[in-house]
C-alpha cells in the first residue's frame, strides 16, 4: 500500500515536470485558454457569491454574539473582513470550484482515456498534457484569484447588510473599523494562495484524470480520488502558505 502511494506521488511530479516543458513548447492555443476561462470562471460565478455571501453572512452572526459580550459588536466588519481575505474567501472559493469544475475536470479525462481518445491524440504526436491539461491549468491560476477577490467583496457585503439591517450597528463606526484593519496586504495573502491552490486543484484533477482506466467505474474512481485528494492538499498547503507568509514576510 506504501509503496502504491509513493508511485502515485512520485508519477505526479513526474506530470508535473511534463507541464513544465509545456510552458516552453508550443503551440499555444488562445481559443482553449478562453473557453477555458469562461467554463471555469463566469460559469461559476453564480456559484461563488452564493458561497461568499453565506459565509460572510454566517460569520458575522457569530462574531456579534462573541463581541456583544465585550462591547465591541462595532468591530465585527473588521473582523470578517480580515478573516474572509486571508482564509475563508480562498478555501471557501476553492472548495466550490473542486466541487464544480475539479470533479469535472477529471471526468472528462477519465473518460477521454477510458474512450482511447487521448491514445488516439498521442498516436498523431499531440501532447495530451499540452493540449488538454496545460489550459486548464493556466486558466485555474488566474481565475481562482479573482473568484476569490469577487468571494471577498460579497462576503463583506453580506456582512455589512446583517450587522446594520438586523443589529443596527453604527454604519459610520463600522466602516471606519474595517478600513482601519483591512489592509491590502490581508486580500493580497489570500489572493496568492488562492493562485497556488488554484495550481493545486487543477493538476491533481487532471492527473487523476488521465490515470482513469476499467470504464466507467474507473473514471468515477478517479473522479473520487480527484475531489479527495485535492481538498485535503489545499487545506495542507493553506496551513503552510499561512505559516510561511506570516512567519517569513509580514513579520
Same mark, same amino acid.
Given at each position: 500500500?506504501?509503496?502504491?502511494?509513493?508511485?502515485?506521488?512520485?508519477?505526479?511530479?513526474?506530470?508535473?515536470?511534463?507541464?513544465?516543458?509545456?510552458?516552453?513548447?508550443?503551440?499555444?492555443?488562445?481559443?482553449?485558454?478562453?473557453?477555458?476561462?469562461?467554463?471555469?470562471?463566469?460559469?461559476?460565478?453564480?456559484?461563488?457569491?452564493?458561497?461568499?455571501?453565506?459565509?460572510?453572512?454566517?460569520?458575522?452572526?457569530?462574531?456579534?454574539?462573541?463581541?456583544?459580550?465585550?462591547?465591541?459588536e462595532i468591530?465585527?466588519?473588521?473582523?470578517?473582513?480580515?478573516?474572509?481575505?486571508?482564509e475563508i474567501?480562498?478555501?471557501?472559493?476553492?472548495?466550490?470550484?473542486?466541487?464544480?469544475?475539479? %470533479?469535472?475536470? #477529471?471526468?472528462?479525462? !477519465?473518460?477521454?482515456?477510458?474512450?482511447?481518445?487521448?491514445? +488516439?491524440?498521442? /498516436?498523431?504526436? $499531440?501532447?495530451?498534457?499540452?493540449?488538454?491539461?496545460?489550459?486548464?491549468?493556466?486558466?485555474?491560476?488566474?481565475?481562482?484569484?479573482?473568484?476569490?477577490?469577487?468571494?471577498?467583496?460579497?462576503?463583506?457585503?453580506?456582512?455589512?447588510?446583517?450587522?446594520?439591517?438586523?443589529?443596527?450597528?453604527?454604519?459610520?463606526?463600522?466602516?471606519?473599523?474595517?478600513?482601519?484593519?483591512?489592509?491590502?496586504?490581508?486580500?493580497?495573502?489570500?489572493?496568492?494562495?488562492?493562485?497556488?491552490?488554484?495550481?493545486?486543484?487543477?493538476?491533481?484533477?487532471?492527473?487523476?484524470?488521465?490515470?482513469? %482506466?476499467?470504464? #466507467?467505474?474507473?473514471? !468515477?474512481?478517479?473522479?473520487?480520488?480527484?475531489?479527495?485528494? +485535492?481538498?485535503? /492538499?489545499?487545506? $495542507?498547503?493553506?496551513?503552510?502558505?499561512?505559516?510561511?507568509?506570516?512567519?517569513?514576510?509580514?513579520?
Amino acid at each position: 500500500m506504501l509503496s502504491e502511494k509513493l508511485e502515485t506521488i512520485g508519477r505526479y511530479f513526474a506530470f508535473l515536470g511534463a507541464l513544465l516543458r509545456c510552458m516552453v513548447k508550443g503551440p499555444f492555443r488562445i481559443v482553449q485558454y478562453l473557453v477555458e476561462i469562461e467554463h471555469l470562471g463566469v460559469n461559476s460565478l453564480f456559484v461563488i457569491i452564493l458561497s461568499g455571501g453565506a459565509m460572510g453572512m454566517i460569520f458575522t452572526l457569530q462574531m456579534v454574539s462573541i463581541l456583544q459580550d465585550f462591547q465591541a459588536e462595532i468591530g465585527t466588519g473588521a473582523a470578517v473582513a480580515v478573516a474572509m481575505s486571508r482564509e475563508i474567501a480562498p478555501i471557501i472559493t476553492s472548495l466550490m470550484l473542486i466541487a464544480k469544475n475539479g %470533479s469535472a475536470m #477529471a471526468a472528462e479525462l !477519465g473518460t477521454m482515456r477510458v474512450t482511447e481518445q487521448i491514445d +488516439s491524440l498521442e /498516436s498523431m504526436s $499531440v501532447s495530451a498534457e499540452h493540449y488538454l491539461v496545460f489550459p486548464k491549468v493556466i486558466a485555474s491560476f488566474f481565475v481562482f484569484p479573482i473568484l476569490t477577490l469577487l468571494a471577498d467583496m460579497v462576503g463583506t457585503l453580506g456582512s455589512c447588510l446583517i450587522s446594520m439591517l438586523l443589529f443596527n450597528i453604527d454604519s459610520a463606526g463600522y466602516m471606519n473599523y474595517l478600513f482601519d484593519f483591512l489592509s491590502p496586504r490581508d486580500v493580497f495573502m489570500g489572493l496568492v494562495k488562492a493562485a497556488i491552490m488554484g495550481l493545486i486543484v487543477s493538476t491533481i484533477c487532471c492527473f487523476f484524470g488521465l490515470r482513469a %482506466s476499467q470504464g #466507467a467505474k474507473g473514471v !468515477g474512481d478517479s473522479a473520487t480520488k480527484a475531489v479527495v485528494a +485535492s481538498s485535503v /492538499s489545499i487545506l $495542507v498547503a493553506d496551513y503552510l502558505l499561512t505559516t510561511i507568509i506570516l512567519r517569513f514576510i509580514y513579520i
